[in-house]
């Protein structure tokens, strides 16, 4: 089994719809985290968390929510889809310094 | 907020040649990571590293924290490196607690 394992792996949904993507972890990583991939504009953080209790928000994180649920699991919610937020999404781990980063093998998400 | 440039933004190489990539940074950090994303999507860690070089097998890491600069090396390069090598930092510069800026990345490709 993967260590971080997203799902699903893709998802075609409507303008409108609330999707949840969920990620879950065998790391033992405190720190979990959420970007999203666009073409041409690299990563970006959407949210982040260091344990279960403390949940940040990222640079573009209107529009998004997240719940950690448990140190194992981080789930990102999008309330209404809407069609720009079409992209690659993924979930990271790391430790308290930063190290042992690893991501998710992503979810590609699709709005129409 | 750290802000990354990296070159070549494409690079096109024959099988056995010696590849670099360059990273260069805004604010003063304590340690660099790069990323490799492979056709089918999936991201990574190849190293993080806060000072002199790294090695793992055919692929070498440098990084200069005066110079605010990092290079990656490959060394007789193969066409199963073909992929996106992304360099990322701490977001706010200072120490690596996880949350990271991007690299736009560089689209590698080795011809046979």
Redesign the interface.
């Known amino acids: 089994d993967a260590d971080v394992t997203q799902t699903p792996r893709n998802r075609i949904t409507k303008t409108g719809k609330r999707i949840m993507l969920e990620c879950s972890q065998t790391k033992g990583h405190d720190r979990m985290y959420w970007y999203r991939q666009d073409p041409g504009l690299g990563l970006r953080l959407i949210y982040y968390s260091f344990d279960v209790k403390d949940i940040n928000k990222g640079e573009i994180s209107d529009g998004y929510s997240v719940s950690r649920q448990a140190q194992a699991k981080f789930s990102l919610s999008l309330e209404s889809a809407i069609p720009n937020q079409t992209a690659l999404y993924f979930c990271a781990t790391s430790d308290f310094a930063g190290s042992g980063y690893t991501f998710g093998s992503g979810t590609r998400l699709t709005v129409v | ?1 750290n802000e990354v440039e990296q070159s070549p933004q494409n690079l096109t190489a024959q099988e056995g040649e010696f590849i670099t990539i360059n990273c260069s940074y805004s604010v003063g950090i304590s ?1 660099l ?1 790069w ?1 490799q994303q492979h056709p089918g ?5 190849l190293f ?1 590293l806060s000072s002199g070089k790294k090695k793992h097998g055919r692929l070498i890491a440098t990084i200069n924290i005066q110079e605010k600069h990092s290079s990656l090396h490959i060394t007789a390069s193969h066409p199963r490196d073909s992929a996106v090598y ?1 360099c ?1 930092v ?2 706010a510069g200072g ?6 800026t ?4 560089t689209i590698l490709t080795v011809h046979p």
């Open positions: 907020k340690a990571h990323l999507g999936g991201i990574v860690s993080m992304i990322a701490p977001n120490t690596s607690y996880g949350k990271l991007f690299g736009q990345g």
